[in-house]
Each structure stands twice: as C-alpha cells, then as structure tokens.
C-alpha cells in the first residue's frame, strides 16, 4: 500500500499528499506518482473509475435480514466463534468497527465502538452493506478481495470521499485445506489513530479464524478450479503452481483418453516457437507436484479429476443455469494464450451470454450479481433490463 511508501511523513502529511494524487485522478484524469502511491493502489483506482462515480456518499445496501439469514448459513459464523469476544474487546479498546464480508464482499457481521458507530451506520459500513471495488471503489475489503491477501487502506486511498476520514485493515479469510476464500475480516478506525500493528492483529486473527472452518471433501482426487481466480487442490491440499502448469492440467483434464507429445504441443503453445523439450520439462515437473499422477505415451492424468469449466459446459448444455451461475467465477484463464483453452474460453463465454439473455429470472439474477464481482457488467444489464420492461 501506498502507505508504506509514506512512512517517513508524519499521518498528516501522508493525508495531504494522498488527497492530492486523489483530487488529481478522479477530477483530472491524472496518473498518480508511483512514489507516492502505491501500483495496488493505483491499479485500483482505475478499475473503480471504470465502474463507479467518486462521488457517492455511502456503499450499496442489500438489507440487514438477507445478511442475517447468510450468516446463519455461512460457515463463517461457526469458525468466528471463538474469536468474536476477542474482536469485539479489541474495537472498544482500540475504537475500531470489525466486520466479517462473505466472498463477494457483502458484510454478514459487524461490531462497532462507541467512536466509530455512527460514522459506520452513515455509510452502510454495518450487516448487510456491498463492500466490493465495484459497488464502492478502492476499499480494504474490496481490495483484499481482489489480491487474496492482507491488505491495509488509509485515508484518501480510498477512492470514495467519504472515507478519506478512515484506515481500514483487511485480511483474506483461506481455508488452510483448500486455499479457497470464505471471507474478509476487517477493523477500521479513523485515520488520526492508524498504526502499523493494526494490519498484524487482523491478519492473525482472520489466519485464528480461518483455522476453524470445517474440512473440505474432495469432489475428486484432483479439483481444478479455472474459472475467474485459478485454484488446484490435490488431495485435499490446495497446491502452488504456475500459470503455465494450470493450463497443462486443464487440457489433460479434457483429453482423459491422453495425448501424444505433438498433440500435446499444439494444443499448449499453437505456433509459439517453444521446443518439444521445454513442454517435456514442464510435465516432468509437474508430474512431481502430483506425486506421478501424471501417464505419458499417451500424456493423461492417473487420478481422478473435477474442473469448474466442464462441470459449467455440462450445466450450460442441460440449461441448468442456477447451477451454471453458481460455478461461473469469470472467463477460463483469461490470459491463456493456448489455442485448446482459448476455444473452451470463447465457447463457454459464448452460451454463458446466450443463457443470460434468456434469464426472467430477476432474483437469480441479484443473487448472481451479489455474489460474485466477475461478469457483474453484464449480469447488471441483463437485470436492468428485466426490471425496467
């Protein structure tokens, strides 16, 4: 963060020269120093003036009942037990507001001191407020939402006005089986008492919490998730791999019946001049990660697999579509460059459009909206138009 950039400056003059970079970019449309603020920061600030007005007064309000009821269904609810007393004794001590956001960024639990109560309520910064980058712009839960790890937002950071008054602390809360995100746990407080132990105690206490979320059951011995944020789990364990690696897994996943080392080639790089050996030691070291689950003569997977992308190909053919919008977390490896996956890419987005435009269905279509950031655009539009014919 930007922040740390900042840190021979008094909190004062951090604000001052925040604010400055800030009135810059939304009035002027003026890149912000890379001094001065942060890439995370200012890549932020992009996306957010693609998608909202800075102008706002207070985030979006979806209602306390439908926050509570997801709550009670969230397994967040139970893992945060143990930790709630402690949060709730550090916000009055350290005059913080702490809230819990599921992974959309929508808030299922708050508590706020006496000092930050109503300046929380004011902004809908309470249960059943819409926190992500595009409902509100640059915020912590917003921002750790979208890195999928800590992250620490002061004063004029925020591309909304009316925080520039706040620092807020936010941490990723990762299942420790899975590596998937349940939620965000953040603490804020007014930007006069920000310090640095601030993003130290909400880290360790979503890492306390995510501890005790229940255990995962494998769909398969092998689980890849592509769609969106890209996630491997073997065996129960989340594992960590390249981009590179993703994409080979998903296209063993699609030829269960092997391929040869050509094929392979092909459908990997297409006409990019990288040798037949490069791929060979790129499986070889994958075939290690996965405890040899890999064949070769012909190249296929020895294990038991489920991928997000074929299960939603399945769905959108049987025109199952809460099944389809539950699963679609955005475009298959957006940045892949394989002509295999590039075609499964645009052939999933392509009956994913089809099916949304045939979607009457406007509560399916707010909860799909609320529940995932990714495609949000054309979701929006789609109910936009339900609700004004």
């Known amino acids: 963060m930007s922040s740390t950039l900042l840190t021979d400056y008094s909190l ?72 709630q007393g402690n949060m709730m004794q550090l916000a009055r001590e ?45 915020n912590a839960i917003g921002l750790s939402k979208t890195l999928r790890r800590p992250v620490t937002v002061f004063s004029s950071e925020h591309y909304q006005s009316f925080l520039h008054d706040w620092v807020c602390y936010a941490a990723p809360i990762i299942h420790p089986q899975s590596g998937e995100c349940f939620g965000i746990l953040d603490m804020s407080t007014t930007w006069n008492r920000h310090t640095s132990l601030g993003q130290a105690g909400v880290t360790e206490l979503a890492r306390n919490i995510a501890q005790c979320l229940p255990a995962v059951i ?17 065996r129960g364990k989340a594992l960590r791999i390249s981009k590179r690696q993703v994409e080979i897994l998903c296209i063993l996943a699609l030829n269960p019946q092997g391929l040869n080392l050509e094929s392979f080639h092909a459908a990997l790089y297409g006409d990019e001049p990288i040798s037949i050996n490069t791929l060979k030691a790129e499986l070889s070291h994958l075939r290690h990660l996965i405890d040899g689950a890999i064949g070769s003569r012909p190249y296929r997977l020895l294990v038991t697999v489920w991928t997000d992308f074929i299960q939603i190909w399945q ?24 002509p295999e996956l590039e075609e499964w890419r645009n052939s999933i987005e392509a009956v994913m459009g089809k099916m949304l435009e045939s979607c009457d269905e406007p509560k399916l279509l707010l909860q799909k909206l609320c529940g995932c950031s990714s495609g949000n655009e054309m979701v929006r539009e789609r109910l936009v138009e339900l609700i004004t014919t």
Not at 52 to 58: K, T
Not at 111 to 121: D, G, I, K, L, N
Not at 218 to 234: C, D, H, N, S, T
Not at 315 to 338: D, T, V
């Open 315 to 338: 769905a959108l053919h049987q025109q199952n579509i809460k099944e389809a919008f539950a699963l679609y977390q955005g475009p298959l490896l957006m940045q892949s460059e394989s």
């Open 218 to 234: 494998p769909k398969a011995e092998l689980e890849i998730y592509a769609l969106g944020q890209m996630r491997v789990i073997f």
């Open 12 to 83: 004062s003059k951090r604000r001052s020269i925040l604010e400055n970079n800030w009135h810059h970019f939304t009035h002027h449309a003026e890149t912000p120093e890379n001094t001065l603020v942060s890439e995370d920061i200012s890549l932020s600030w992009q996306r957010s003036a693609a998608n909202v007005d800075y102008r706002e007064s207070h985030a979006p309000y979806s209602g306390e009942e439908k926050a509570r009821q997801a709550w009670s269904d969230s397994p967040l609810s139970f893992a945060a037990q143990k930790e």
């Open 94 to 138: 350290g005059e913080l507001v702490a809230a819990i956001a599921d992974p959309s960024g929508f808030l299922l639990w708050s508590f706020a001191s006496q000092h930050m109560r109503s300046r929380a309520e004011s902004v809908n910064f309470h249960v059943g407020g819409n926190w992500d980058e595009n409902s509100i712009g640059t």
